[in-house]
């Protein structure tokens, strides 16, 4: 099973824009690339989902290069409240069934005053 | 809507013994999974239902087994606890029926520590 990867942990200021670049050379032909929020004992929480070039909502921008083996969670402005781990989730391709949802090992985010 | 649900929020097994954790969703969703969440590690999963009356295996299914009760209810079964089982459990619902793309809604977490 492909590894899908993730820097283990950043740090930023308050106000800063953050980069958060997951690897997922494998990824599935039709897959989708989804990023989750996760705080301290709860569950992870969706953040923002894409396919390819780039998608923006309210909190986030999702950045995919034509070959989708990486993406880019980009948060503007970043808050105290926004410190959590990030993770990435793909699926890639799999020999027991039509593909394995893999996790990315997580980033944690830490927002300084 | 309380969403996904999950039971028991904590629980103490010894080794060899076994145990069910229960979920329950009420978004009327698809897919269900259970994934499980080692200390400062990604999560891993380990069984889903992509709908009422299907399972599959996922990374990590040796030692559990699940079953997908009706639409809205999903168990992870642990028939004889081994410490390295130690862990969080996370359980996740998603309105899809296992294709792309797809959202899941997680539920609270279940600790469980084996002794």
């Known amino acids: 099973l492909a590894k899908t990867t993730q820097p283990i942990s950043m740090d930023s200021y308050e106000g800063q824009e953050v980069n958060i670049t997951c690897s997922h050379n494998?990824?599935?032909?039709?897959?989708?690339i989804t990023w989750y929020q996760q705080f301290p004992s709860q569950g992870p929480r969706f953040i923002i989902q894409?396919?390819?070039t780039k998608v923006t909502n309210e909190v986030a921008s999702l950045f995919i290069p034509a070959d989708r083996k990486s993406s880019t969670l980009s948060l503007p402005r970043v808050s105290l409240s926004d410190t959590a781990v990030y993770y990435c989730?793909?699926?890639?391709?799999?020999?027991?069934?039509?593909?394995?949802?893999?996790f990315g090992s997580g980033t944690q985010l830490t927002v300084l005053p | 809507n309380a969403g996904v649900t999950q039971t028991p929020k904590f629980q103490v097994l010894k080794t060899g013994q076994s145990m069910t954790l229960q979920c329950a969703q009420d978004?009327?969703?698809?897919?269900m999974y259970w994934y499980r969440q080692d200390p400062g590690m990604g999560l891993r999963l380990i069984y889903y239902?992509?709908?009422?009356?299907?399972?599959d295996k996922g990374e990590v299914p040796n030692g559990y087994n699940v079953s997908r009760l009706n639409k809205r209810e999903f168990s992870l079964r642990l028939e004889s606890a081994a410490p390295s089982q130690t862990s969080v459990y996370f359980c996740?619902?998603?309105?899809?029926?296992?294709?792309?793309?797809?959202?899941?809604?997680f539920g609270p977490g279940t600790r469980l520590l084996v002794l």
């Open positions: 996740a619902s998603s309105p899809t029926s296992g294709g792309s793309p797809e959202t899941q809604y």
């Open positions: 494998n990824i599935a032909t039709n897959d989708y």
């Open positions: 894409g396919y390819k």
């Open positions: 989730l793909v699926g890639v391709p799999s020999s027991g069934s039509a593909r394995q949802l893999t």
């Open positions: 978004m009327n969703h698809n897919s």
């Open positions: 239902s992509a709908s009422e009356g299907t399972t």
